[in-house]
Protein backbone atom coordinates (compact mmCIF):
# COMPACT_ATOMS: atom_id res chain seq x y z
CA UNK A 1 0.00 0.00 0.00
CA UNK A 2 1.29 3.42 -1.03
CA UNK A 3 2.24 5.61 1.83
CA UNK A 4 0.33 8.67 2.24
CA UNK A 5 2.87 10.54 3.73
CA UNK A 6 4.99 10.24 0.50
CA UNK A 7 2.08 11.61 -1.81
CA UNK A 8 3.62 13.43 -4.79
CA UNK A 9 2.97 17.13 -4.53
CA UNK A 10 -0.24 18.03 -6.87
CA UNK A 11 -0.12 19.06 -9.91
CA UNK A 12 -2.68 21.94 -10.91
CA UNK A 13 -5.32 21.19 -14.25
CA UNK A 14 -3.79 21.33 -17.11
CA UNK A 15 -3.36 24.38 -19.12
CA UNK A 16 -3.31 26.50 -16.03
CA UNK A 17 -1.17 29.69 -15.99
CA UNK A 18 2.68 29.41 -14.39
CA UNK A 19 1.96 30.96 -10.69
CA UNK A 20 3.71 34.48 -11.57
CA UNK A 21 1.22 34.89 -14.60
CA UNK A 22 -1.55 33.69 -11.88
CA UNK A 23 -0.18 36.54 -9.33
CA UNK A 24 -0.28 39.16 -12.19
CA UNK A 25 -3.87 38.44 -12.73
CA UNK A 26 -4.44 38.60 -9.10
CA UNK A 27 -2.76 41.97 -8.58
CA UNK A 28 -4.78 43.42 -11.90
CA UNK A 29 -7.93 42.35 -10.32
CA UNK A 30 -6.69 44.64 -7.09
CA UNK A 31 -4.85 47.37 -8.54
CA UNK A 32 -7.10 50.43 -7.30
CA UNK A 33 -7.44 48.59 -4.17
CA UNK A 34 -3.76 48.26 -3.79
CA UNK A 35 -3.50 52.24 -4.43
CA UNK A 36 -6.00 53.02 -1.84
CA UNK A 37 -3.95 50.61 0.63
CA UNK A 38 -1.15 53.01 0.29
CA UNK A 39 -2.99 55.98 -0.04
CA UNK A 40 -4.97 55.53 3.21
CA UNK A 41 -1.79 54.13 4.61
CA UNK A 42 0.37 56.95 4.17
CA UNK A 43 -2.13 59.18 5.44
CA UNK A 44 -3.36 57.14 8.12
CA UNK A 45 -7.01 57.06 7.93
CA UNK A 46 -9.80 55.05 6.73
CA UNK A 47 -11.29 56.97 3.29
CA UNK A 48 -14.85 55.93 4.17
CA UNK A 49 -15.62 59.24 6.69
CA UNK A 50 -18.90 60.50 5.31
CA UNK A 51 -18.48 64.27 5.44
CA UNK A 52 -17.57 67.48 3.48
CA UNK A 53 -13.72 67.32 1.80
CA UNK A 54 -13.68 63.56 3.47
CA UNK A 55 -10.85 60.96 3.35
CA UNK A 56 -13.22 59.25 0.26
CA UNK A 57 -12.99 62.78 -1.57
CA UNK A 58 -9.39 63.67 -1.07
CA UNK A 59 -8.19 59.64 -2.10
CA UNK A 60 -10.54 60.18 -4.94
CA UNK A 61 -8.88 63.60 -6.23
CA UNK A 62 -5.23 62.11 -5.69
CA UNK A 63 -5.67 58.64 -7.43
CA UNK A 64 -7.80 60.48 -10.26
CA UNK A 65 -11.00 57.66 -9.18
CA UNK A 66 -14.36 58.39 -8.27
CA UNK A 67 -16.03 58.52 -4.83
CA UNK A 68 -17.54 54.93 -5.66
CA UNK A 69 -14.58 53.60 -7.34
CA UNK A 70 -12.83 54.58 -4.17
CA UNK A 71 -15.18 53.15 -1.94
CA UNK A 72 -15.17 49.74 -3.91
CA UNK A 73 -11.43 49.31 -3.72
CA UNK A 74 -11.00 50.33 -0.33
CA UNK A 75 -13.68 47.78 0.89
CA UNK A 76 -11.90 44.98 -1.04
CA UNK A 77 -8.57 46.45 0.32
CA UNK A 78 -9.50 45.82 3.52
CA UNK A 79 -11.22 41.96 2.78
CA UNK A 80 -8.00 41.22 0.98
CA UNK A 81 -6.18 42.04 4.10
CA UNK A 82 -4.17 44.88 2.33
CA UNK A 83 -4.91 47.29 5.11
CA UNK A 84 -5.55 46.70 9.31
CA UNK A 85 -7.33 49.37 10.82
CA UNK A 86 -6.36 49.90 14.93
CA UNK A 87 -9.19 52.34 16.37
CA UNK A 88 -9.22 55.13 13.44
CA UNK A 89 -5.09 54.60 12.32
CA UNK A 90 -4.80 52.84 8.71
CA UNK A 91 -1.69 50.33 8.91
CA UNK A 92 -0.60 48.42 5.70
CA UNK A 93 -0.88 44.71 6.32
CA UNK A 94 1.71 42.07 5.48
CA UNK A 95 0.41 41.57 2.12
CA UNK A 96 0.72 44.83 1.06
CA UNK A 97 3.97 45.43 2.18
CA UNK A 98 5.13 42.38 0.12
CA UNK A 99 2.63 42.99 -2.87
CA UNK A 100 4.78 43.76 -5.56
CA UNK A 101 7.95 41.29 -5.08
CA UNK A 102 5.72 38.01 -3.21
CA UNK A 103 3.77 36.36 -5.95
CA UNK A 104 2.04 34.56 -2.47
CA UNK A 105 1.02 37.85 -0.94
CA UNK A 106 -0.81 38.31 -4.46
CA UNK A 107 -1.93 34.98 -4.67
CA UNK A 108 -3.51 34.97 -1.14
CA UNK A 109 -5.08 38.25 -1.14
CA UNK A 110 -6.86 37.45 -3.85
CA UNK A 111 -8.48 34.16 -2.48
CA UNK A 112 -9.28 35.78 0.74
CA UNK A 113 -11.29 38.25 -1.84
CA UNK A 114 -13.11 35.75 -3.38
CA UNK A 115 -13.82 34.17 -0.57
CA UNK A 116 -15.65 36.93 0.86
CA UNK A 117 -17.52 37.77 -2.91
CA UNK A 118 -20.67 38.31 -0.97
CA UNK A 119 -19.46 41.40 1.12
CA UNK A 120 -17.69 42.27 -1.60
CA UNK A 121 -20.89 42.43 -3.35
CA UNK A 122 -23.89 42.79 -1.60
CA UNK A 123 -26.95 41.09 -2.17
CA UNK A 124 -30.14 42.47 -3.32
CA UNK A 125 -31.76 44.59 -0.31
CA UNK A 126 -35.36 43.09 -0.67
CA UNK A 127 -33.75 39.33 -1.30
CA UNK A 128 -34.43 37.03 2.01
CA UNK A 129 -31.67 36.90 4.36
CA UNK A 130 -32.30 33.27 4.98
CA UNK A 131 -32.13 32.90 1.27
CA UNK A 132 -29.07 35.00 0.14
CA UNK A 133 -27.65 32.83 3.39
CA UNK A 134 -28.77 29.24 0.76
CA UNK A 135 -27.26 30.76 -2.02
CA UNK A 136 -23.65 31.63 -0.51
CA UNK A 137 -22.87 28.23 1.27
CA UNK A 138 -24.17 26.09 -2.49
CA UNK A 139 -22.11 28.86 -4.38
CA UNK A 140 -18.70 26.02 -3.43
CA UNK A 141 -20.76 23.52 -5.61
CA UNK A 142 -21.58 25.80 -8.51
CA UNK A 143 -17.58 26.62 -8.63
CA UNK A 144 -17.05 22.99 -8.61
CA UNK A 145 -19.17 22.31 -11.18
CA UNK A 146 -17.77 25.17 -13.46
CA UNK A 147 -14.63 23.97 -12.29
CA UNK A 148 -15.35 20.02 -13.40
CA UNK A 149 -16.79 21.19 -16.76
CA UNK A 150 -13.42 23.27 -17.57
CA UNK A 151 -15.21 25.33 -20.33
CA UNK A 152 -18.44 27.24 -19.94
CA UNK A 153 -21.92 25.88 -18.60
CA UNK A 154 -24.84 26.91 -19.02
CA UNK A 155 -26.78 29.53 -16.70
CA UNK A 156 -30.06 26.94 -16.54
CA UNK A 157 -27.62 23.99 -15.28
CA UNK A 158 -25.95 26.05 -12.84
CA UNK A 159 -29.45 26.75 -11.31
CA UNK A 160 -30.14 23.06 -11.72
CA UNK A 161 -27.60 22.31 -8.95
CA UNK A 162 -28.27 25.44 -6.85
CA UNK A 163 -31.77 24.46 -6.28
CA UNK A 164 -30.80 20.96 -5.60
CA UNK A 165 -28.22 22.03 -2.84
CA UNK A 166 -30.96 24.43 -1.44
CA UNK A 167 -33.10 21.70 -1.45
CA UNK A 168 -30.30 19.20 0.19
CA UNK A 169 -29.27 22.21 3.24
CA UNK A 170 -33.29 22.79 4.34
CA UNK A 171 -33.88 18.92 4.18
CA UNK A 172 -30.86 19.04 7.03
CA UNK A 173 -32.32 22.07 8.64
CA UNK A 174 -35.49 19.84 9.32
CA UNK A 175 -33.60 16.74 10.35
CA UNK A 176 -35.50 15.28 14.01
CA UNK A 177 -33.02 14.79 16.20
CA UNK A 178 -32.66 11.68 18.53
CA UNK A 179 -33.84 12.23 21.75
CA UNK A 180 -34.35 9.41 24.34
CA UNK A 181 -37.11 10.92 26.36
CA UNK A 182 -40.49 10.43 24.74
CA UNK A 183 -41.63 14.61 25.20
CA UNK A 184 -38.70 15.72 23.81
CA UNK A 185 -38.90 14.01 20.79
CA UNK A 186 -42.73 15.07 20.30
CA UNK A 187 -41.02 18.33 20.47
CA UNK A 188 -38.10 17.91 18.22
CA UNK A 189 -40.49 16.49 15.95
CA UNK A 190 -42.73 19.59 16.33
CA UNK A 191 -39.81 22.35 15.90
CA UNK A 192 -38.94 20.00 12.61
CA UNK A 193 -42.66 20.17 11.10
CA UNK A 194 -43.05 23.52 11.45
CA UNK A 195 -39.39 23.96 9.87
CA UNK A 196 -40.88 22.09 6.99
CA UNK A 197 -43.81 23.81 6.56
CA UNK A 198 -41.93 26.76 6.63
CA UNK A 199 -40.02 25.26 4.10
CA UNK A 200 -42.72 24.76 1.91
CA UNK A 201 -43.75 27.97 2.44
CA UNK A 202 -40.92 29.47 1.02
CA UNK A 203 -40.85 26.80 -1.93
CA UNK A 204 -44.77 28.02 -3.18
CA UNK A 205 -43.74 31.91 -2.68
CA UNK A 206 -42.06 33.76 -5.71
CA UNK A 207 -39.14 31.99 -6.91
CA UNK A 208 -36.53 33.65 -5.69
CA UNK A 209 -33.40 31.61 -6.58
CA UNK A 210 -32.76 32.36 -10.59
CA UNK A 211 -32.34 36.32 -9.12
CA UNK A 212 -30.03 35.25 -6.61
CA UNK A 213 -28.10 32.88 -8.68
CA UNK A 214 -27.84 36.17 -11.27
CA UNK A 215 -26.25 38.10 -8.12
CA UNK A 216 -23.67 35.27 -7.39
CA UNK A 217 -22.68 35.27 -10.88
CA UNK A 218 -22.35 38.90 -11.14
CA UNK A 219 -20.36 38.64 -7.90
CA UNK A 220 -18.02 36.20 -8.72
CA UNK A 221 -17.50 37.91 -12.16
CA UNK A 222 -16.90 40.96 -9.95
CA UNK A 223 -13.56 39.88 -8.44
CA UNK A 224 -12.33 38.11 -11.42
CA UNK A 225 -13.52 34.44 -10.53
CA UNK A 226 -15.44 33.82 -14.07
CA UNK A 227 -16.46 35.55 -16.86
CA UNK A 228 -20.08 36.33 -17.75
CA UNK A 229 -21.18 35.21 -21.28
CA UNK A 230 -24.69 34.90 -23.49
CA UNK A 231 -26.93 32.75 -21.01
CA UNK A 232 -23.55 30.95 -19.96
CA UNK A 233 -20.18 31.36 -17.23
CA UNK A 234 -17.04 30.28 -17.46
CA UNK A 235 -13.92 29.88 -14.61
CA UNK A 236 -11.00 32.27 -15.49
CA UNK A 237 -7.89 30.91 -15.38
CA UNK A 238 -7.67 32.44 -11.70
CA UNK A 239 -10.89 30.91 -10.53
CA UNK A 240 -10.18 27.52 -11.89
CA UNK A 241 -6.85 27.56 -10.09
CA UNK A 242 -8.39 28.64 -6.98
CA UNK A 243 -11.12 26.03 -6.96
CA UNK A 244 -8.60 23.71 -7.65
CA UNK A 245 -6.55 24.51 -4.60
CA UNK A 246 -10.06 24.23 -2.49
CA UNK A 247 -10.85 20.90 -3.84
CA UNK A 248 -6.97 19.66 -3.13
CA UNK A 249 -7.42 21.00 0.64
CA UNK A 250 -10.36 18.52 1.63
CA UNK A 251 -8.31 15.96 -0.58
CA UNK A 252 -5.57 16.36 1.87
CA UNK A 253 -7.89 16.94 4.69
CA UNK A 254 -9.17 13.38 3.86
CA UNK A 255 -5.40 11.92 3.62
CA UNK A 256 -4.91 12.78 7.36
CA UNK A 257 -1.35 11.27 7.65
CA UNK A 258 -1.94 10.66 11.90
CA UNK A 259 -5.70 10.55 11.46
CA UNK A 260 -6.91 13.79 13.68
CA UNK A 261 -9.00 15.92 11.92
CA UNK A 262 -12.28 15.11 13.22
CA UNK A 263 -10.34 15.79 16.86
CA UNK A 264 -10.18 19.07 18.67
CA UNK A 265 -7.30 21.55 18.26
CA UNK A 266 -5.83 20.09 21.98
CA UNK A 267 -6.31 16.33 21.22
CA UNK A 268 -4.48 17.18 17.74
CA UNK A 269 -1.74 18.37 19.30
CA UNK A 270 -1.63 16.06 21.84
CA UNK A 271 -1.12 13.73 18.95
CA UNK A 272 1.40 15.26 17.24
CA UNK A 273 3.91 15.54 20.24
CA UNK A 274 5.65 12.91 19.04
CA UNK A 275 6.36 13.17 15.29
CA UNK A 276 8.66 15.16 14.16
CA UNK A 277 8.22 18.53 12.13
CA UNK A 278 7.71 17.65 8.45
CA UNK A 279 4.67 14.81 9.72
CA UNK A 280 3.72 17.71 12.38
CA UNK A 281 3.31 19.86 9.27
CA UNK A 282 1.35 18.10 7.51
CA UNK A 283 -1.16 16.92 10.35
CA UNK A 284 -1.53 20.81 11.19
CA UNK A 285 -2.59 21.61 7.07
CA UNK A 286 -4.97 18.02 7.20
CA UNK A 287 -6.75 19.51 10.54
CA UNK A 288 -6.86 23.16 9.35
CA UNK A 289 -8.37 22.29 5.79
CA UNK A 290 -11.25 20.40 7.20
CA UNK A 291 -12.46 23.70 8.69
CA UNK A 292 -12.91 27.31 8.91
CA UNK A 293 -9.66 29.36 8.99
CA UNK A 294 -11.42 31.97 11.76
CA UNK A 295 -12.27 28.92 13.93
CA UNK A 296 -9.28 26.85 13.49
CA UNK A 297 -7.09 29.84 14.52
CA UNK A 298 -9.86 30.43 17.92
CA UNK A 299 -9.57 27.08 18.62
CA UNK A 300 -5.09 27.16 18.27
CA UNK A 301 -4.99 30.22 20.38
CA UNK A 302 -7.22 28.64 23.21
CA UNK A 303 -5.52 25.90 23.70
CA UNK A 304 -2.14 28.30 23.85
CA UNK A 305 -3.84 29.97 27.12
CA UNK A 306 -3.84 26.43 28.26
CA UNK A 307 -1.72 25.67 31.72
CA UNK A 308 0.54 22.97 29.08
CA UNK A 309 3.68 24.70 27.83
CA UNK A 310 4.66 22.49 24.90
CA UNK A 311 0.68 22.62 23.63
CA UNK A 312 1.49 26.38 23.87
CA UNK A 313 4.46 26.00 22.05
CA UNK A 314 2.79 23.45 19.47
CA UNK A 315 -0.31 25.93 18.60
CA UNK A 316 1.98 28.79 17.89
CA UNK A 317 3.79 25.89 15.24
CA UNK A 318 0.00 24.87 13.22
CA UNK A 319 -0.73 28.68 13.53
CA UNK A 320 3.10 29.07 10.98
CA UNK A 321 1.00 26.80 8.77
CA UNK A 322 -2.31 28.95 8.53
CA UNK A 323 0.21 32.20 7.61
CA UNK A 324 -1.48 35.77 6.77
CA UNK A 325 -5.16 34.48 8.01
CA UNK A 326 -3.98 34.18 11.65
CA UNK A 327 -2.39 37.97 11.77
CA UNK A 328 -5.13 39.77 13.30
CA UNK A 329 -5.70 37.20 15.91
CA UNK A 330 -2.03 36.86 16.61
CA UNK A 331 -1.11 40.72 17.06
CA UNK A 332 -4.20 40.62 19.78
CA UNK A 333 -2.52 37.79 21.65
CA UNK A 334 0.68 40.17 21.92
CA UNK A 335 -1.32 41.64 24.59
CA UNK A 336 -1.81 38.63 27.10
CA UNK A 337 1.46 38.14 28.90
CA UNK A 338 1.65 34.48 28.80
CA UNK A 339 1.39 34.68 24.71
CA UNK A 340 3.69 37.61 24.40
CA UNK A 341 6.99 35.77 23.32
CA UNK A 342 5.56 33.32 21.06
CA UNK A 343 3.12 36.17 19.28
CA UNK A 344 6.29 38.54 18.95
CA UNK A 345 8.72 35.52 16.94
CA UNK A 346 5.79 34.56 15.16
CA UNK A 347 4.79 37.94 13.55
CA UNK A 348 8.74 38.59 13.44
CA UNK A 349 9.01 35.52 10.89
CA UNK A 350 5.65 36.24 9.55
CA UNK A 351 6.93 39.41 8.36
CA UNK A 352 10.33 38.22 6.77
CA UNK A 353 12.70 37.87 9.52
CA UNK A 354 14.81 35.00 10.03
CA UNK A 355 14.16 32.31 12.72
CA UNK A 356 17.27 32.21 13.76
CA UNK A 357 17.37 36.26 14.26
CA UNK A 358 13.21 36.86 15.24
CA UNK A 359 14.28 36.31 19.09
CA UNK A 360 16.16 39.54 18.73
CA UNK A 361 13.06 40.93 18.58
CA UNK A 362 12.36 39.97 22.67
CA UNK A 363 12.72 41.69 25.19
CA UNK A 364 15.27 40.15 28.24
CA UNK A 365 12.42 39.56 29.98
CA UNK A 366 10.44 38.30 27.26
CA UNK A 367 13.56 35.93 26.28
CA UNK A 368 13.47 34.36 30.08
CA UNK A 369 10.04 33.93 30.38
CA UNK A 370 9.75 32.06 27.26
CA UNK A 371 13.08 30.12 28.24
CA UNK A 372 10.83 29.28 31.55
CA UNK A 373 7.97 28.27 29.82
CA UNK A 374 10.03 26.17 26.88
CA UNK A 375 11.33 24.51 30.49
CA UNK A 376 8.44 23.60 31.74
CA UNK A 377 7.33 21.96 28.48
CA UNK A 378 10.74 19.54 28.92
CA UNK A 379 9.58 19.15 32.68
CA UNK A 380 6.14 17.94 31.37
CA UNK A 381 6.90 15.81 28.50
CA UNK A 382 10.45 15.65 27.77
CA UNK A 383 13.74 13.62 29.19
CA UNK A 384 16.53 15.46 32.06
CA UNK A 385 19.32 15.72 29.71
CA UNK A 386 17.18 17.75 27.73
CA UNK A 387 16.50 20.34 30.74
CA UNK A 388 20.04 20.33 31.40
CA UNK A 389 20.80 21.29 27.53
CA UNK A 390 18.14 23.95 27.93
CA UNK A 391 20.31 25.75 30.39
CA UNK A 392 22.40 26.58 27.68
CA UNK A 393 19.82 28.37 25.44
CA UNK A 394 19.32 31.05 28.42
CA UNK A 395 20.17 34.52 26.91
CA UNK A 396 22.01 35.07 30.65
CA UNK A 397 25.66 34.49 30.34
CA UNK A 398 25.80 33.05 34.19
CA UNK A 399 23.82 30.98 36.04
CA UNK A 400 23.49 33.26 38.92
CA UNK A 401 22.27 36.10 36.38
CA UNK A 402 19.87 33.67 34.76
CA UNK A 403 18.91 33.04 37.90
CA UNK A 404 17.90 36.33 39.09
CA UNK A 405 15.94 36.88 36.05
CA UNK A 406 14.06 33.60 36.36
CA UNK A 407 12.49 35.02 39.48
CA UNK A 408 12.16 38.85 38.27
CA UNK A 409 9.58 37.35 35.55
CA UNK A 410 7.34 35.57 37.72
CA UNK A 411 6.33 32.91 36.04
CA UNK A 412 3.55 30.37 37.20
CA UNK A 413 5.89 27.58 36.50
CA UNK A 414 9.34 28.80 38.11
CA UNK A 415 9.67 26.62 41.17
CA UNK A 416 8.99 22.97 39.29
CA UNK A 417 11.01 23.91 36.74
CA UNK A 418 14.21 25.01 38.62
CA UNK A 419 13.42 21.86 41.18
CA UNK A 420 13.35 19.78 37.99
CA UNK A 421 16.89 21.32 37.00
CA UNK A 422 18.34 21.11 40.29
CA UNK A 423 17.38 17.42 40.65
CA UNK A 424 18.98 16.63 37.16
CA UNK A 425 21.88 18.67 36.65
CA UNK A 426 25.35 16.72 37.51
CA UNK A 427 27.10 19.80 39.10
CA UNK A 428 26.13 19.38 43.01
CA UNK A 429 27.44 22.90 43.50
CA UNK A 430 25.30 24.27 40.89
CA UNK A 431 22.15 21.90 41.65
CA UNK A 432 22.56 23.53 44.94
CA UNK A 433 22.36 27.46 43.66
CA UNK A 434 19.69 26.07 41.35
CA UNK A 435 17.88 24.24 44.46
CA UNK A 436 18.37 27.34 47.00
CA UNK A 437 17.06 29.61 43.74
CA UNK A 438 13.67 27.63 43.64
CA UNK A 439 13.01 27.87 48.02
CA UNK A 440 13.64 31.35 47.65
CA UNK A 441 10.97 31.99 44.64
CA UNK A 442 8.27 29.44 46.72
CA UNK A 443 8.90 31.27 50.35
CA UNK A 444 8.70 35.12 48.19
CA UNK A 445 12.39 35.73 49.33
CA UNK A 446 14.65 37.75 47.34
Not at 83 to 112: K, Q
Not at 245 to 262: M, N, R, T, W
Not at 396 to 401: E, F, H, S, Y
Request: with cysteine; net charge negative.
Amino acid sequence: MADRRTRPAPRPPEGTPPRAELARQARRVLADAVRVARWAAVNRGPVTVEAPASARERAAAALALTPAQVRTAWDRARLAGLVEIHGDTVRPGWRLRAWDRDDSAALRGWVALLDAWSLAHPAPRDAEPAAVAEVVEAVPQVLSLLQLSAGPVLVPALLDLLRQRVAELREQRCEVPFAADGQAGEEARARAHARRERSAAEDTGPDALPGLLDWALEGLASVGALTLGEGQATLTPLGNWAVWVKLEQICVAAQSPAGHIEQSAEDMLRGCVRLTPGPARAEYRAWLAARPVGSAVAELLAVARGDDALLRGLAFEALRVVGGAAEAEVRTAVDEPPLRPYALLWLAEHEGADPDEAADVLTREEATWLWVDTAAAVVDHGESDLLVRHLESAVQGTVPALLDEVRAVRHPRTVQVLVALAAAHPDPALAKAVRRAAFQVHTGGA
